[in-house]
Protein backbone atom coordinates (compact mmCIF):
# COMPACT_ATOMS: atom_id res chain seq x y z
CA UNK A 1 0.00 0.00 0.00
CA UNK A 2 2.80 2.22 0.78
CA UNK A 3 3.88 1.84 -2.71
CA UNK A 4 1.00 2.68 -4.11
CA UNK A 5 0.44 5.74 -2.26
CA UNK A 6 4.01 7.01 -3.15
CA UNK A 7 3.61 6.23 -7.24
CA UNK A 8 -0.35 8.37 -6.70
CA UNK A 9 2.19 11.13 -4.97
CA UNK A 10 4.87 10.79 -7.85
CA UNK A 11 1.87 10.68 -10.85
CA UNK A 12 0.33 14.01 -9.06
CA UNK A 13 3.65 15.71 -9.05
CA UNK A 14 4.22 14.81 -12.50
CA UNK A 15 0.99 16.12 -13.67
CA UNK A 16 1.60 19.36 -11.95
CA UNK A 17 5.14 19.69 -13.46
CA UNK A 18 3.51 19.25 -16.73
CA UNK A 19 0.64 22.07 -15.92
CA UNK A 20 3.82 24.80 -14.84
CA UNK A 21 5.76 23.60 -17.75
CA UNK A 22 3.02 23.92 -20.55
CA UNK A 23 0.99 26.59 -19.27
CA UNK A 24 1.29 30.35 -20.48
CA UNK A 25 0.06 31.89 -17.21
CA UNK A 26 0.07 28.95 -14.78
CA UNK A 27 -1.81 29.57 -11.34
CA UNK A 28 -0.05 27.54 -8.02
CA UNK A 29 -3.77 27.99 -6.60
CA UNK A 30 -4.82 25.53 -9.41
CA UNK A 31 -2.13 22.97 -8.01
CA UNK A 32 -2.73 23.84 -4.12
CA UNK A 33 -5.02 25.79 -2.38
CA UNK A 34 -3.80 25.84 1.22
CA UNK A 35 -6.58 28.06 2.43
CA UNK A 36 -9.37 25.84 0.73
CA UNK A 37 -7.87 22.32 2.27
CA UNK A 38 -7.60 23.97 5.91
CA UNK A 39 -11.78 24.62 5.64
CA UNK A 40 -11.83 21.57 3.99
CA UNK A 41 -9.80 19.65 7.10
CA UNK A 42 -12.12 21.69 9.60
CA UNK A 43 -14.82 21.27 8.05
CA UNK A 44 -14.29 17.06 8.81
CA UNK A 45 -13.28 17.68 12.25
CA UNK A 46 -15.36 20.43 13.37
CA UNK A 47 -19.04 19.80 11.00
CA UNK A 48 -21.15 21.55 13.73
CA UNK A 49 -19.50 25.05 13.33
CA UNK A 50 -19.66 24.75 9.35
CA UNK A 51 -23.17 24.27 9.88
CA UNK A 52 -24.14 27.08 12.01
CA UNK A 53 -22.19 29.49 9.04
CA UNK A 54 -23.92 27.99 6.54
CA UNK A 55 -27.12 28.97 8.44
CA UNK A 56 -25.79 32.43 9.45
CA UNK A 57 -25.36 32.74 5.40
CA UNK A 58 -28.47 31.81 4.82
CA UNK A 59 -30.82 33.85 7.27
CA UNK A 60 -28.39 36.99 5.61
CA UNK A 61 -29.36 35.92 1.85
CA UNK A 62 -33.30 35.52 2.56
CA UNK A 63 -32.53 39.18 4.52
CA UNK A 64 -30.99 40.48 1.43
CA UNK A 65 -33.26 39.01 -0.84
CA UNK A 66 -36.21 40.45 1.30
CA UNK A 67 -34.90 43.92 1.15
CA UNK A 68 -34.06 43.96 -2.34
CA UNK A 69 -37.02 42.13 -3.91
CA UNK A 70 -39.60 43.02 -0.93
CA UNK A 71 -42.23 44.52 -3.48
CA UNK A 72 -41.62 41.75 -6.03
CA UNK A 73 -44.38 39.33 -6.54
CA UNK A 74 -44.18 35.78 -7.01
CA UNK A 75 -43.09 35.72 -10.54
CA UNK A 76 -40.48 38.61 -10.30
CA UNK A 77 -42.78 41.60 -11.58
CA UNK A 78 -43.46 44.57 -9.65
Known amino acids: MANIDERERLAV ?3 NIGY ?3 AKKPKFKK ?5 KE ?4 EQAYKPE ?3 TVKQK ?5 SKVATAFCGER ?4 NI
Open 31 to 35: VFDRA
Open 49 to 51: EAQ
Open 38 to 41: ERLL
Open 13 to 15: LAA
Open 57 to 61: RIELY
Open 20 to 22: FSN
Open 73 to 76: GENG
